[in-house]
């Protein structure tokens, strides 16, 4: 019995430090800046147009893309602090994830600005790169109001 504990917490020790590193393998989409990199990157667009204003290219792909910063540190963070007992959870976790995107594959949409500079990166409707809201200073690129609030009332016709 004591040789299995001792075999289990080795084990569990060797694996500290997995699921983060899996999650930061990949290509990293923060380090493509410009429209000619995403396509030498990626190939041919799937789909492209303009939203907002901005020029979008749409790719679909199988490959790995590195996870964001947060998601990492997340994952690096609940591994440190639970002394590598959550990388029985995470490293699985990780693992099907990965699995599930290179199986089915994933949508990557690439937002440019008019100099063909990447501002945004979205990953299947979530922002990878760029921020999703504006900045101070800026105004929105549409209104926004609370789902709770109601909409507010026609006006009166003319008479």
Known sequence: ????????VGAMLLTNGCAYK???SGTDLGTLETREQVQAKFGPPVVTGVTGGKAFEDFRTRRKVAESGHH????ELASGYSLGLLEVV????ECVGVAARTIL??????????DGQVTAVLRDGEYIVG???PRLGQ?????????RTPPAPAPDPPR
């Not at 990492?72 to 994952?75: G, K, L, N, R, S």
């Not at 105004?139 to 789902?147: D, I, K, L, M, Y």
Request: zero cysteines; hydrophobic letters at 45%; aromatic letters at 10%.
């Open 1 to 8: 019995m004591r040789t299995a504990v001792l075999f289990a």
């Open 22 to 24: 899996i999650a930061a």
């Open 72 to 75: 990492v540190f997340a994952a």
């Open 90 to 93: 995470l490293l699985p976790t």
């Open 105 to 114: 594959g994933q949508d990557l949409r690439f937002v440019y600005d008019e």
């Open 131 to 133: 921020d999703p809201q």
């Open 139 to 147: 105004p929105a690129t549409t209104p926004r109001r609370s789902p």
